[in-house]
């Protein structure tokens, strides 16, 4: 079993920048893969960053490459999704995500990250 709790979003204004954390519990945090994913109002979910388990691979998709960053820090069992130069079109709820290698996904309870023009 995983707990993954979320900390960080909010209001900010275009080309602000937040960073969003994804504290995980349970299980030795550096046996499972991590992404972040995001529902705007509307829109299906999208897999905006993920991260392999040693931190040596990265995936973002092409509407957050070059402004999202994702990390992990094994040591404290946590991840990170650091966000710049945000967009309106970034709001959204805001999800972390645990894959193990069996393929159980676990997830955060989410963060509304709302950015204003």
């Known amino acids: 079993q995983v707990q993954l709790v979320q900390s960080g979003g909010g209001l900010v204004q275009a080309v602000d920048s937040l960073r969003l954390s994804c504290a995980a519990s349970g299980r030795t945090f550096s046996s499972y893969a991590m992404g972040w994913f995001r529902r705007a109002p509307g829109k299906e979910r999208e897999l905006v960053a993920g991260?392999?388990?040693?931190?040596?691979?990265?995936y973002y998709a092409s509407s957050v490459q070059g402004r999202f960053t994702i990390s992990r820090d094994n040591a404290k069992n946590t991840g990170y999704l650091q966000m710049n130069s945000l967009k309106p079109e970034d709001t959204a709820v805001y999800y972390c995500?645990?894959?193990?290698?069996?393929?159980?996904?676990?997830w955060g309870q989410g963060t509304q990250v709302t950015v204003s023009s």
């Open positions: 995500n645990a894959v193990t290698s069996a393929g159980i996904a676990y």
């Open positions: 991260i392999s388990r040693s931190g040596d691979n990265e």
